[in-house]
Structure formats: C-alpha cells, structure tokens
C-alpha cells in the first residue's frame, strides 16, 4: 500500500480524497495556488507545496510542477480527484513514466475514451446501445443523406467534444448548413480539431449514469445508476439514486451494458457510462464514459455503502475489488444537492466574495462534502461550488423531504447561493413525481420571476441587524488551528511533566 499521495486538486474534492487518505493511513500532501494560500484543504494536509499562481494553467493544471511536487516530498502516487488533470492521457502517462502511481484507470482507456467518434464506434462493436447516427461524414451532402435516414430532429456534435460543446439541435433540413458551419467552427476552436458526427436526436431525455468499478485484474461490477436529469447548461444542479424512472429489469440490463462498454476498455478504477434514456420508449443509448470520480460519486456510497475514494486507492495499489456482482446491493434512497456560489435571479453568474456565514446543517442520514468555513474567501478562479449537500433515507419522498429541512438549515451569508433555486426545484409537482428530463430547468425554472424571491425580504430589520452583528463577530472569533493533524495535543498522556511521570 501507498505511505504517501499527492492530491494534485483543491477545494471539496481534495479534501475527500485526503479524508480517505487518512482512513487507510497514508500521509497526504496537498498543493495549492496563491489563491488558496489560506484554503481549508491546504490546512488539511500532513504536507503542503505551494505551486503557482491562482490561474489554474499555472498551477492545478500544470503536469510538470505537480510532479516535481510529489517527487520532491516523496509521494508514492498522485490522485488527480475530478477535473484539472483527471481525464489528460497524457498526464496519467507522465505520472507513470516518473515511477509515480497514477489513481485512476490507464492512460489507455482514457484516451479510448476520449474521442466521442471513436468510442463510440468502439461501444457498437461491444453490442453497447449507442444513439443511430453516423460519423465520419466529410461532406454537407453526405450529412443531408444522413438526416434524412436518421429522420429530423437530429443533433451535430463534435467528434472531439464532450460536455456539449460544438453540439447543434437541427430541426429540418433548412438549418442544417448552417449547423454544420457552426458546429465546426466550435469545434476547431474548442478542440482544434472539426470532425462532427451525427446523430438522432432524443427529446426530454433523462441523463442517467451508471457507476462502474473495476481492479485491475479484470475484476468489473457496476454499482447502479445516478439519475442527473436537473441541470441547466450542461451543470449538474441535482442528483440522486435511484433513479425514479429505471425499472428493476431496466437497470439490471443497463447495469451489464455499462460494464460491456468498461470491458471493452480494459477498464480498471471508477468510472460512470452516461447513457440518455428516452423516457416514452425506456430506450437507452450509451453517450459517453467519464473515466474518473464524479462529482456527485456520495450518493453511490450511501446508498451501497462502499467507499469509492478508498478503493480507487486500494485498486491503483494492486488489490483486488472483493465484491461480486450478486452481493452489491443498494439500501434507500440518496439524493445531492450541489449548492453553488451563483445568482439564479442574475442569469446564474458566479457570486464572489466573503463568506460571512458559514453553517452546514447536520444530523442522521446528512452528509456535507465541503472547501468552505465562515471567513473564506470564494475567488473567481475556480468552479463557484461551495459543498454538496447529500442526504440518504429509506424512500425516495423522505429523502426530498429530509433535503428541503437541510436546505432550509444551510446559512451562507456574504455571497448569493443556488439554495432558494434548489428549494423551488424540491418542491415542484414535476420532481415529486420523478418526470425531469434534460431540458427540464430551461423550460421550467429559467424565468427569473417563478424563483422564490430571496427570503431577507420577509425578515424584520431588526433579526438582519442581530444577525449581521452575530455574523461579524463569529468570524473574528475564529481562532486559527495550526495544528489539526496533531492527535489530541492535551492529551493528559503527552504531558512530559503529568501525572504519568
Ligand atoms: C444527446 C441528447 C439527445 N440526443 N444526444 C449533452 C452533452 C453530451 N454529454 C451529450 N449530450 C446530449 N446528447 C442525442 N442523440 C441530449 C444531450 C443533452 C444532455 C445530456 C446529458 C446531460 C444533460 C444534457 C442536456 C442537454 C442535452
């Protein structure tokens, strides 16, 4: 097993990986910018090597001064967390090539997976249920024919792409010239490289992955699905699992395409097959693989009980994955909330500044994965995430129901939050009866003025004086622990003059 691991990440992610890090005993190094001199994950670490400055080109995403970092302080691997490096082929290959260990799947897979043509060609040769299309077209005829036999709507995407960039929605044959323009165009500029395919296009899809797991002795479980239908322009606000849409059959049946498509591979570590379901027909298709821990990976362990950061540890080290497909099972329901630093009522911008008030709820079944205490500072550098808040309950309404009380427990103060959003989302008749598809938020909750307006408003003068005195003080009342990583330093034991000696 690893002594020691560089997190070459920040924020919320860097410090689940160093929690799971500590659980099985291995030193952590942390690496932060200028920007994240004072960052909770910094404080967190066992070591800390500062390495650049805040623009992530000159720091989380710079190859070369990460690995002189875990060289210099003796790291046995580097976990690469979501993000930044996590999906670079190339990074995974120079990480190996420094005898370093790479946490996540080899650098092979990733590059497989890399390209939406290729995988895809790869997916219809694995007998994986891929979206009918073609790709490979060079000329605007040939894409004509094309649509033509798909049958209109269709959709162009960058062969190169992933997230949406360099996709275009065509609905007749007039627009799609232009799509085609446009679509390039993007994707010569995005990814330097205009290769298109073309595709039917699914309306008011669901977005539902699967979570795969894999050792690298050929060892692959999936551990069922996540249901990411709530998200505005390509950003997961919501998820959860079950997913209310998936029968028993369905999911086992998708569950065994995903692992077909990770095989196909030679794929170890976690991982998630994106699929969009076609919720008229329960159609799937396979839309792309994401060859690292995802974001919203807690509703997973809640809901199976395992720790996924400890076993992407414990698999890059060489043990085996012990589970077999028959004993994984899923008890209850979970669901995550992203809460973001971003105005829902100023076109969702990020929202920057100091975090006046910071208090995350807690109790049974509440778990809080957070970067953030009162007195921070929420930069424009990075991603505006501030903590996903996820809960787990036997069903999935006591779930929602469970979420709505912690929603309403979260105070941020000092920067404007997606929780009002959220709440409003929670409460809608569409989501109680789990029928949110992919262009759910745009048509439903995009107009500003069906948002909850903010809640100060309804507060009398005098709680939001009490409260910001209250605010001001706690923050100044904050004392500074250097020492976090020291066991319990009044320990009546280590008292060289106590009662013991
Ligand atoms: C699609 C689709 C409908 N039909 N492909 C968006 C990003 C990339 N992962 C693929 N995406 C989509 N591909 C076909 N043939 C709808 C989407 C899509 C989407 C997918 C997943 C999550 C959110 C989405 C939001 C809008 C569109």
Redesign the pocket.
């Known amino acids: 097993m690893f002594k020691k691991i560089l997190i070459a990440n920040r924020g919320e992610i860097a410090i689940r990986i160093m929690r799971a890090c500590k659980d099985l005993g291995i030193k952590t190094v942390a690496v932060y910018s200028d920007a994240d001199k004072n960052s909770l994950h910094a404080q967190f670490a066992d070591e800390v090597i500062h390495i650049g400055a805040a623009s992530p080109k000159e720091s989380y995403l710079n190859a070369d001064v990460l690995i002189r970092a875990a060289l210099a302080s003796q790291a046995d691997a580097i976990h690469p967390g979501y993000g930044f490096l996590s999906e670079s082929a190339s990074f995974a290959g120079t990480v190996a090539s420094a005898n370093l260990t790479f946490i996540g799947p080899s650098a092979d897979s990733i590059r497989a997976m890399g390209d939406k043509a290729e995988s895809k060609i790869a997916m219809k040769k694995a007998g994986v249920p891929t979206?009918p299309?073609y790709e490979g077209l060079e000329s605007e005829s040939n894409f004509k024919q094309a649509a033509k036999e798909i049958g209109y709507p269709v959709?162009i995407?960058a062969s190169a792409g992933?997230?949406?960039k360099g996709?275009r929605v065509v609905a007749d044959e007039a627009e799609l010239g232009e799509a085609i323009q446009g679509a390039g165009r993007e994707a010569l500029n995005s990814f330097g490289d205009d290769r298109l395919l073309i595709?039917?296009?699914?309306t008011d899809?669901h977005?539902i992955e699967f979570q795969i797991f894999g050792d690298q002795h050929g060892h692959l479980v999936h551990l069922f699905e996540r249901e990411?239908?709530v998200?505005r322009r390509?950003q997961k606000i919501v998820e959860e699992t079950p997913s209310p849409l998936l029968t028993n059959e369905l999911r086992q049946e998708m569950g065994e395409a995903a692992v077909k498509a990770a095989r196909a591979v030679n794929y170890f570590n976690a991982g998630t097959i994106?699929f969009?379901v076609d919720p008229d027909t329960l159609q799937y298709?396979f839309?792309?693989m994401n060859t690292r821990l995802q974001v919203e990976h807690p509703v997973t362990e809640l809901t199976t009980g395992l720790d996924l950061v400890q076993w992407q540890i414990r698999v890059a080290a060489g043990e085996r994955f012990p589970y077999s497909q028959d004993q994984l099972s899923q008890r209850g329901h979970a669901i995550e909330c992203r809460v973001y630093a971003e105005d829902p009522a100023n076109n969702f911008l990020p929202s920057t500044g100091k975090l006046l008030q910071f208090i995350e709820p807690r109790g049974p079944g509440i778990r809080v994965d957070s970067g953030f205490r009162a007195g921070d500072e929420v930069t424009h550098f990075y991603d505006p995430l501030l903590a996903k808040l996820i809960v787990h309950a036997e069903d999935r309404a006591t779930a929602i129901q469970k979420m709505q009380a912690a929603l309403r427990e979260f105070i941020v103060h000092g920067v404007v939050t997606n929780i009002d959003f959220m709440q409003a989302v929670l409460a809608h008749e569409d989501f109680a009866q789990g029928k949110v598809s992919?262009?759910w938020v745009e048509s439903n909750l995009e107009s500003g003025s069906s948002l909850p307006q903010n809640r100060q408003q309804a507060v009398g003068l005098q709680s939001l004086i009490a409260a910001a005195l209250a605010d001001l003080t706690i923050v100044n009342r904050q004392s500074k622990i250097e020492n976090r990583n020291e066991s319990d330093l009044y320990s009546p034991w280590k008292i060289p003059s106590g009662f013991r000696n």
């Open positions: 979206v299309g959709l995407k992933g997230g949406g996709m595709e039917k296009y699914i899809a977005h990411c239908s998200q390509h994106e969009i298709f839309l792309e992919t262009r």
